[in-house]
């Protein structure tokens, strides 16, 4: 099991693309001293010979081939295949055509191990196709309700102007009622003098009163917000459904969470939700699901993208440092270092909020407006989306959000996170430092990065070792309440249990880091009564 857990991970790591040899192209293929290479980086193999035996196990167990079946795994310039990435048929169809050049190669293939890792392949590929088009239904699904919650909005909209036109006709019918009783009354005084017979003038009189009558009635009849509200009690509107994928029911349940009495610094909890993101603790003896909070020891951690460690300070707890918040506003300090592994611009990393349901019981419109206005000022890159649907997210530019960032050749001569450090970005060049070669001042670079046509010229390399330090004081973690200048807010009832994270990801979704902080408000929810 050791070994087909390594080959998922490994078809995860290494390049697989289509690829041409003699002008023949091989589909969804890598290489093999790529692969070994791979594994000696990853400390998966002490050395080349050790990740040929390796491959050669995954080989012996079927997880994967030479393109052609005609070697064993070596480290070389060759091309094999992961089982779950053949089309079906082209097993048979390179089996049929060319028979295995290599002794131990052709008993490994008469082996029944290697019929029953095919067939496993094969029924996973199905797998595969099925949840493919369950997607692509789903996604046709939401686009069809997406459609109808837009149909109901008209609806809704055309109800509204013409609740907007029958009141108007109220009004128009009222002024048209105190016209007639004028006009009578004229009439009355006009001809009370005059030699006009009597019962003409009452005729008249007569007249104008069952007009008003008339018009009293179309006026009883008319309960245009009657019925307008009693629409809107029984109609539920359609919310879209969003397209992404968003995490299953149970990757998101509470369940997953320890008990309360067992939260280190209840009642906060700071974790790493792996069925999330693919992101290891390093430490030993520390628990993903319950991680130290204002500790000395930084919590060591490894993602796809990202190797390094960080520290989580909050204040409000009874084990928060006075060395961090004494004197100081700031309710929350993160610091983060270490090195990317892969190449990307500064204007695709991300870091901020994210949620996978929608916000609860949200305030009018304009005072959403006002709070993303308020972080807008904070961090000009900031980008509200999808506040009022399924996915809500405020992100900001990593590069420019950061309130101190220092970049440093090597971990000798990296800053101690566990104490103040200065902002030094003069290793990106002279972009970001002065004429004579010192680095500038943290608000320099937010001002500078707060353009995109900068930020698209600089990039996060894999060579230098990146530290990044975040505060902000509006939001009370040890509350869970957002204070806005106005007042203050408490998030249980509008986060739809759902934590606050700490995170930064790329354009395309590949989480750099990203945990998790609970507040017991999230898990238990208030009653109507409080």
Known sequence: METVRLAEEMRRGVSIKDRMYHLQVYKSCFVGEQA?????????????????????????????????????????????????????????????????????????????????????????RSLNKVEKNTENGMESLAAALQQVGEDHTRVVDNLNALKQGLNGLNRSLISATSLLMMLTV????????????????????????????????????????????????????????????APSLQETSLQHLPPLGEWRHRPLLLRVNKSLVNTEVLNKDMDRNNLPINGNTPIEFESPYFKGRILV???????????????????????????????????????????????????????????????????????ASGITSGKPSLLAKLASSSQVICISPNEESAPDITAPYDEDMSAVGNLLCQEDGTPIKAGTRKKLL???STLRKLS???????????????????????????????????????????MAKTRQNEYLWRFELWHESLVVQPSNSS
């Open 460 to 502: 996060f390399n894999t060579r230098d070792v990146y530290t990044f330090s975040f505060w902000q004081h509006a939001l009370d973690l040890s509350t869970m309440s957002l204070n806005t200048g106005i007042g203050n807010f408490e998030l249980a009832k509008y986060l739809n249990s759902q934590p606050v994270a700490i």
């Open 36 to 124: 070994v290479h791979w594994l000696v980086e990853q400390g998966h193999a002490a050395d080349a010979e050790e990740a040929v035996e390796i491959g050669n196990r995954m080989l012996l167990l079927g997880l994967l081939h030479h393109v052609c079946h005609e070697h064993l795994f070596q480290n070389a310039y060759l091309f094999y295949r992961f089982n779950l990435d053949e089309e079906d048929g082209q097993v048979a169809d390179a089996m049929n055509k060319k028979k295995p050049k290599h002794k131990t190669l052709a008993k490994i293939m008469q082996n029944p191990s290697w019929s029953l890792a095919k067939e496993v392949a094969r029924v996973q």
């Open 313 to 383: 300070y909050i204040a409000g707890l009874e084990n928060s440092p006075d060395n961090i918040f004494a004197g100081r506003r700031r309710q929350l300090q993160t610091v983060v270092q270490g090195r990317f592994k892969k190449e990307v611009s500064f204007n695709d990393v991300f870091t901020g909020q994210e949620w996978f349901r929608p916000l609860l019981n949200l305030p009018s419109i304009w005072f959403v407006n006002l709070v993303v206005s308020i972080l807008s000022a904070v961090s000009p890159t900031m980008k």
């Open 186 to 245: 004229i009439v009355i005084l006009a001809f009370h003098s005059s030699r006009v017979p009597a019962f003409m003038v009452l005729l008249l009189c007569l007249f104008h009163l069952l007009e008003v009558y008339r018009y009293g009635q179309k006026l009883q009849r008319i309960h245009i917000p009657d019925y307008f509200n009693v629409y809107q009690q029984n109609v539920r509107p359609i919310e879209p459904i969003p397209l992404t994928r």
């Open 450 to 452: 707060s353009s995109t």
